[in-house]
């Protein structure tokens, strides 16, 4: 029994390292746009709502 338990630790351990990664990573991918980048794209979302 005991042995479930650390695998069920390890397990979880490890699906929060990997829920980090992600997260990090979106956020990385977010800052990369400049303004007039996220201007434009929010213009675009804009104009396709209008449609």
């Keep these: 029994m005991r042995r ?4 069920l630790g390890l397990a979880g351990v490890v699906g929060v390292a990997a829920t980090g ?3 990090a990573r979106a956020e990385r991918q977010r800052r990369a746009y400049t303004p007039d980048e996220i201007r434009d794209r929010l213009r675009e979302r804009g104009a396709e709502t209008e449609r």
């Design 4 to 7: 479930v338990w650390k695998f």
């Design 21 to 23: 990664a992600a997260i």
